[in-house]
């Protein structure tokens, strides 16, 4: 099993651009999170998806636009990009039908620059 | 809101000594989880170990164990037998068990093994 895939792996931006990250989980979860991880800051939710067709806002949303296009999928998406949106981007997700102390599982992150 | 507290950036220990890393945790809840992860060199966010509120027993996997003190509100991790491979980001994470699914995480404590 492959878990839970990111892509891209590393991307630099130039102020202003925009980009989508993808993610996508081969596991049949219902739950699916977007985190971005900042020295110093630890993780910090920026959405989630509980199910397919709804998304949440987390603690650092704006900036940024979420697309649950089905179970599998989970898109992050960077209209125009900052410097301070510089970071580690992980995507997670969890099996939502086992109760909530199901943990999360993590891709492999996406590390982006903004310059 | 609940948050969780890493007031530990920076930890070392002797391979095969023991090291304890520290976590405490505000919340008004009372049925929640608690998480340690781990986070090697590779960016992968690993599950170390899990431990359900509700239960009085400190859970052990292998090597990790945790001292949980829910009165208050703490939860650190012990690594026993301390090896080259436990070197990471070490992060604490917190969940209610009930609506909210999102996960905090504290801001990390960097475990650096002295051979």
């Known amino acids: 099993n492959a878990g839970v895939t990111q892509t891209p792996k590393f991307q630099v931006l130039k102020t202003g651009q925009s980009m989508t990250l993808q993610c996508a989980q081969d596991?049949?979860?219902?739950?699916m999170y977007w985190y971005r991880q900042d020295p110093g800051m630890g993780l910090r939710l920026i959405y989630y998806s509980a199910s397919e067709g709804t998304t949440d806002k987390g603690e650092v949303p704006n900036g940024y636009n979420v697309s649950r296009l089905n179970k599998r999928e989970f898109s992050l998406r960077l209209e125009s990009a900052a410097p301070s949106q510089t970071s580690v981007y992980f995507c997670?997700?969890?099996?939502?039908?086992?109760?909530?102390?199901?943990?999360?599982?993590f891709g492999n992150g996406t590390r982006l620059t903004v310059t | 809101a609940q948050t969780v507290t890493q007031s530990q950036p920076e930890m070392s220990v002797q391979e095969a000594e023991t090291v304890t890393l520290s976590c405490t945790y505000d919340?008004?809840?009372?049925?929640?989880?608690l998480f340690w992860y781990k986070q090697p060199p590779s960016r992968q966010m690993i599950l170390v170990i899990r431990q359900e509120a509700y239960k009085q027993q400190n859970a052990t996997e292998n090597r990790f164990s945790v001292n949980f003190q829910k009165a208050a509100k703490s939860f650190s991790l012990k690594i026993s037998d301390s090896q080259l491979g436990d070197a990471a980001m070490y992060f604490c994470a917190y969940r209610v068990n009930f609506g909210n699914e999102k996960l905090t995480f504290g801001t990390g404590t960097r475990l650096t093994i002295i051979p």
């Open positions: 997670a997700s969890s099996p939502r039908d086992r109760g909530y102390n199901s943990p999360l599982h």
């Open positions: 596991m049949n979860h219902n739950s």
């Open positions: 919340t008004s809840e009372s049925d929640y989880y």
